[in-house]
């Protein structure tokens, strides 16, 4: 069964500093990934997503993701954290393999950013 | 292009009651997915649709369904409402299924936050 985890419910940084989310991933076959990011009572928005190529993935605002399939891990990256980062984030993963597989998404981890 | 449009926004029913909540995909968009969020059980599937069809379902008792219209429009109805109930309920529309070049990714719209009392 496919599945996604974020270890971290919380991640702490500084203005100014790296931020690293952290997403590990359960599937069968080739995953398609993604990440997504909520604000307090809205939807959630697309912020980028990995289907093949090149493990570096870009993304919206900023925002990069590492594909490491040894390590079946897609963490969320940006070298320079924003106070307006601060949010819910979610990873996502869907087997390749199949279009009519469902998203499923991890538990999200809320990303703090101090002035 | 206009995005998902989830109508009502907000909701107050008590225990017993039913409810209907709407959700108008992107144009295009033939796949409607719903998801309930609450804070301690996080972001849950409720179930998919495509074409009219129920193409996946998650693990949520009878009380809750849905259904798609030939306009890709969906509903998803909730009988005999109980407390924890109260979420927000997410729609998403994706191309899924439309091309060999989509990858699924979801388009959400703001969600319908319900609150039973």
């Known amino acids: 069964a496919q599945s996604v985890a974020q270890p971290e419910d919380q991640v702490n940084v500084a203005e100014g500093n790296p931020l690293t989310v952290k997403c590990t991933y359960s599937?069968?076959?080739?995953?398609?990934l993604f990440w997504y990011v909520q604000y307090p009572n809205r939807g959630l928005q697309f912020l980028l997503k990995y289907i093949t190529g090149d493990n570096l993935v870009k993304g919206s605002y900023g925002f990069e993701a590492e594909f490491n399939k040894s390590q079946t891990s897609f963490h969320l990256k940006k070298p320079s954290a924003l106070v307006s980062d601060s949010a819910l984030y979610f990873c996502a993963v869907r087997p390749g393999y199949s279009s009519a597989s469902k998203i499923i998404f991890g538990s999200g981890t809320r990303l703090s950013i101090r002035p | 292009k206009a995005g998902v449009t989830q109508t009502p926004r907000y909701l107050i029913k008590t225990r017993g009651q039913q409810v209907t909540l709407s959700c108008s995909p992107i144009s295009g968009h033939r796949s409607v997915s719903w998801y309930q969020q609450t804070p301690g059980q996080g972001l849950q599937f409720l179930f998919e649709?495509?074409?009219?069809?129920?193409?996946n379902k998650g693990n949520f008792p009878g009380r809750f369904s849905g259904r798609q219209f030939s306009n890709s429009r969906s509903e998803m109805n909730v009988s005999t409402l109980e407390l924890g109930d109260s979420a927000l309920y997410l729609c998403?529309?994706?191309?899924?299924?439309?091309?060999?070049?989509?990858?699924?990714?979801?388009?959400f719209g703001e969600g319908s936050r319900l609150t039973v009392l």
């Open positions: 599937v069968s076959g080739n995953p398609y």
């Open positions: 998403a529309s994706s191309l899924l299924g439309t091309g060999i070049a989509n990858t699924g990714e979801l388009f």
């Open positions: 649709y495509f074409s009219e069809t129920q193409r």
